[in-house]
């Protein structure tokens, strides 16, 4: 055997055995969980802005979109009472043809808004 390789081994031997006993010796205990939360502060942040198709909303996107789709008054909203609304005010758009033009909101609005609120009524529904 090299002397040589036997002062590496012994070398790597020594650093190997100094890790595993630091990472023990160094290991931080468990702390209580009240310790914990007193040192999280979590502060909620609302967006200052919505927009919706490049278009800036005041409020929630939820309560633009329901009464975009005459669903603030509904008791109870499901997707299948969304579907029903959309499609009435899509053939109310199209049957008024020329006159949809100079609407404000267009197809890609409703298409959204019902997107917008299917989804969180699954996600409604998924939470209970």
Request: hydrophobic fraction near 35%; charged fraction near 20%; aromatic fraction near 10%.
């Amino acid at each position: 055997m090299n002397p040589i390789n036997i002062l590496i081994g012994i070398y790597g031997l020594y650093k190997l055995i100094s890790l595993l006993t630091e990472s023990k010796i160094e290991k931080e205990l468990p702390r209580p969980y009240s310790e914990i939360k007193e040192k999280q502060s979590y502060r909620l942040v609302h967006p200052k802005y919505n927009y919706t198709n490049g278009v800036l909303i005041k409020g929630s996107l939820r309560n633009y979109y329901s009464e975009l789709l005459d669903l603030q008054n509904q008791k109870v909203v499901n997707p299948d009472l969304i579907y029903e609304h959309f499609h009435q005010l899509t053939f109310e758009l199209e049957s008024t043809g020329i006159a949809a033009l100079n609407q404000n909101n267009n197809i890609d609005d409703y298409i959204a808004a019902k997107e917008y609120m299917v989804d969180v009524c699954n996600y409604l529904g998924s939470r209970n």
